[in-house]
Nanobody, 125 residues
Framework: QVQLVESGGGLVQAGGSLRLSCAGS????????MAWFRQAPGKEREFVAS?????YYADSVKGRFTISRDNAKSTVYLQMNSLKPEDTAVYYC?????????????????????WGQGTQVTVSS
């Protein structure tokens, strides 16, 4: 069982930066694929980035967002730079116990076993 708690969301102007954190519980954190998803009002939840054997990003955030993890702290981060109003969403952290790798698998929300409660990111124009 893994519990995930996100933090770091807030209000930022377009072009600004934010760093999200997701603190996980459990001694096996390092074995999990970790990912960030986001959901804007009226839209489906969408993949942002994941990290495990490989790192994957959605095309919409490549070059602007960076996912990283500190297994000693059981924490995964999402550094978001050059933020745009269309990045406004609730951002969720997710954990997956699988041993399967690949971009399509990593991007599917249904493959994740544990989710955080979400943190709001609002980018003003």
């Amino acid at each position: 069982q893994v519990q995930l708690v996100e933090s770091g969301g807030g209000l930022v102007q377009a072009g600004g930066s934010l760093r999200l954190s997701c603190a996980g519980s459990g001694r096996t954190f390092s074995t999990y694929r970790m990912a960030w998803f986001r959901q804007a009002p009226g839209k489906e939840r969408e993949f942002v980035a994941s990290i495990w054997l490989s790192t994957y990003y959605a095309d919409s955030v490549k070059g602007r967002f960076t996912i990283s993890r500190d297994n000693a702290k059981s924490t995964v981060y999402l550094q978001m730079n050059s933020l745009k109003p269309e990045d406004t969403a609730v951002y969720y952290c997710a954990a997956d116990r699988t041993s399967v790798d690949g971009p399509s698998y990593a991007a599917a929300a249904s493959n994740y076993d544990y989710w955080g409660q979400g943190t709001q990111v609002t980018v003003s124009s």
